[in-house]
Structure formats: structure tokens, C-alpha cells
């Protein structure tokens, strides 16, 4: 059992917390599950390159060697044609260039630069100095060093703010989302991709069909502290003064990908912003690279209901 000073609460407020499995109990008022990991929130900071846990050593060794993930070297390259790409694809359906965006969280600050090619004002923010330097070095990105809280951007100055598999490492979610609520203009927005938990779905249904989400529980529960459901995300957003949540389809099936505003966002046809990126250079660079990825994304769905057809015939015989 995990000390009682260190027994970790849901973000919507004090009450029972229900058995879900070893490393997580559940909020039934909101639908949020809360990692059982005993850890301080001066745990959660970075002021050496070993040694804590979002340190240089957790991009280097923890990724390849606990997570079986590619380290950030290889995910600097990786990401770009893949997740980037979708990411950019839907931002450009609700935000046109020009606009200013900060990314929290940016990693390897690959998709800030992406951000930047395509004509935005663009810059991230990471809590290891190391990483920070690094997403500068290998993408020539402005990224502070630090939680975002610390840092010396002027309210109201953002016309977005980007949080990808960010807000489920928070310690203190509301805390720091009502600051990034301050730093952003009336009509601004979030873009949020987070794991899913899926409400309906018990341990044991997990366990049996050795669903993917799993591996955002089972030995990361020091990662993440709460795993948010729809009806969660909604529940937190409107709480913070954005009520209007429109879901999109995530990159991967074990999230969800989402925008956050206070009112309803207008939409971009692709001839819309085709003609925006075309304005510039390197948006016309960054829209070839839109095509080709929405084409290598068009032949893996045909791929795959090709063999889900291949499955059916070979059953019927």
C-alpha cells in the first residue's frame, strides 16, 4: 500500500476511488483511472542528465529498454512522416497560418518544426535541459527548458497549445492546464492526444483479448497518473472553460486525439489548405509531404481490408 500522504486523488475532486487492477484504482464519478504509484511531485522534475525519471536517461534508455520503443534519435526520424503529419493534417483543418503554437511536451521537437514549415509561429517546451538542447540542435526549434508554468510566456499570447501524450504524466493536471488556459487568446484552442480508456471495458476484458491499451497501464503507472476516458476528457475541459470537444480519429487505435475550445472550431476543406501552404516555399514542401503520407495511409487501409476480405473468403471455404 502506498503511504497515505502519497495516495494520489482524481484531478475532479476527493472521493472513493474504486479497485480496478494492481496499479490503478478508478474514478466512477468521473471515469478516470489513477495510478496507485506513491511519487512526491518533485518527482516529476529534471534538474540532472540521470537519475530522475524525464532525465536524459529516460529518452535514451528507459524508451528502448522498459518501453521496447525506438529511442529519440530514431523517433526524431520516425515520427515525422507518421505521427506528424496526422497531427499537422488536422490542425490545418481548424487553424490556417499565420497563428502562434506552443507544443508542451515536444520531445525530440520534430512536429514544432514541422509547425514551422508550414508557415506558424512555433515553439515547444520540454523538462530536461538535455532534450531540450537537442530538439534545438536537431531541428533548429526554440524549446524552453522546464514545466511550462515556470516559463515567461505572456497570457493570452497563444493561438494554440498542443499537448501530445502530455497531460497524462501531469501530476497536477488542473493546476497546469488553467495556466496554459491563461496563456492562450479568447479564441484559442487545445490539441490533445492522449491514451483511451475505455469506460466499458474491466481489467479482466483487457486481460482476455490482451488489448494494446495495456501497455499504457501495466509498469508505467509512474508515467501515467491518469488515464482520461471521453467522458473524463469532456468533464475536465468543460471545467476548464472548454466545452467543445471534437474527437478525431488518433493515429494509433489505444488513443484519442481531440480539440478543446470554447466554441465550436471552423473547418478547412483540403483545397483551402492546399492554397495556404502554396503561399510559401517550405509549405509547399510540407504539403507534398501531407500527400504522400495521406497516400502511404490510403494504401495501408486497403491493405488491411484486402486481408480482413482475404480472411472472410478463406473462412466461407
Given amino acids: 500500500m502506498s503511504p497515505p500522504s502519497l495516495q494520489r486523488a482524481c484531478w475532479c475532486g476527493p472521493g472513493?476511488?474504486?479497485?480496478?487492477?494492481?496499479?490503478?484504482?478508478?474514478?466512477?464519478?468521473?471515469?478516470?483511472?489513477?495510478?496507485?504509484?506513491?511519487?512526491?511531485?518533485?518527482?516529476?522534475?529534471?534538474?540532472?542528465?540521470?537519475?530522475?525519471?524525464?532525465?536524459?536517461e529516460f529518452w535514451l534508455k528507459r524508451q528502448t529498454e522498459h518501453h521496447d520503443l525506438p529511442d529519440i534519435h530514431a523517433r526524431a526520424r520516425l515520427d515525422l512522416p507518421e505521427r506528424c503529419t496526422h497531427w499537422l493534417r488536422h490542425l490545418l483543418s481548424v487553424r490556417l497560418p499565420p497563428a502562434r503554437i506552443l507544443e508542451i511536451g515536444c520531445a525530440h521537437g520534430g512536429?514544432?518544426?514541422?509547425?514551422?514549415?508550414a508557415?506558424?509561429?512555433?515553439?515547444?517546451?520540454?523538462?530536461?535541459?538535455?532534450?531540450?538542447?537537442?530538439a534545438g540542435r536537431t531541428f533548429g526549434v526554440q524549446?524552453?527548458?522546464?514545466?511550462?508554468?515556470?516559463q515567461s510566456f505572456a497570457a493570452g499570447s497563444f493561438d494554440v497549445l498542443v499537448l501530445n501524450d502530455v497531460i497524462e504524466h501531469?501530476?497536477?493536471?488542473?493546476?497546469?492546464?488553467?495556466?496554459?488556459?491563461?496563456?492562450l487568446k479568447p479564441d484559442g484552442f487545445f490539441v490533445i492526444q492522449t491514451p483511451e480508456y475505455k469506460e466499458h471495458l474491466g481489467?479482466?476484458?483487457?486481460?482476455?483479448?490482451?488489448?494494446?491499451?495495456?501497455?499504457?497501464?501495466?509498469?508505467?503507472?509512474?508515467?501515467?497518473?491518469?488515464?482520461?476516458?471521453?467522458?473524463s476528457a469532456g468533464l475536465f475541459f468543460e471545467r476548464m472553460g472548454f466545452p467543445n470537444l471534437a474527437f478525431e480519429s488518433p493515429v494509433y487505435a489505444?488513443?484519442?486525439?481531440?480539440?478543446?475550445?470554447?466554441?465550436?472550431?471552423?473547418?478547412?476543406?483540403?483545397?483551402?489548405?492546399?492554397?495556404?501552404?502554396?503561399?510559401?516555399?517550405l509549405g509547399r514542401l510540407v504539403l507534398a509531404l501531407l500527400d504522400k503520407a495521406h497516400e502511404s495511409n490510403d494504401r495501408w487501409w486497403a491493405i488491411q481490408r484486402l486481408e480482413t476480405q482475404l480472411r472472410a473468403f478463406s473462412k466461407q471455404d
Avoid at 170 to 183: A, E, G, K
Avoid at 213 to 218: D, I
Avoid at 222 to 229: G, P, Q
Wanted: with cysteine; proline share 7%.
Fill in 143 to 150: 524549446v524552453s527548458a522546464g514545466p511550462v508554468e515556470t
Fill in 111 to 117: 512536429y514544432v518544426a514541422l509547425l514551422g514549415w
Fill in 170 to 183: 501531469l501530476p497536477d493536471p488542473v493546476t497546469t492546464l488553467r495556466h496554459c488556459v491563461s496563456l
Fill in 254 to 281: 489505444y488513443d484519442m486525439f481531440f480539440t478543446a475550445s470554447r466554441a465550436p472550431l471552423p473547418r478547412h476543406d483540403a483545397p483551402v489548405i492546399a492554397d495556404a501552404l502554396a503561399q510559401r516555399p
Fill in 16 to 56: 472513493k476511488l474504486h479497485e480496478y487492477s494492481d496499479d490503478y484504482r478508478v474514478c466512477k464519478n468521473c471515469g478516470t483511472l489513477v495510478s496507485r504509484a506513491p511519487l512526491a511531485p518533485e518527482a516529476f522534475t529534471v534538474h540532472r542528465d540521470a537519475g530522475e525519471l524525464y532525465s536524459k
Fill in 203 to 231: 481489467y479482466a476484458d483487457l486481460r482476455a483479448s490482451n488489448d494494446l491499451f495495456l501497455k499504457h497501464m501495466e509498469h508505467n503507472n509512474d508515467e501515467h497518473l491518469f488515464l482520461f476516458s471521453r467522458r
Fill in 119 to 134: 508557415g506558424f509561429e512555433a515553439m515547444g517546451t520540454e523538462l530536461s535541459p538535455w532534450v531540450a538542447e537537442f
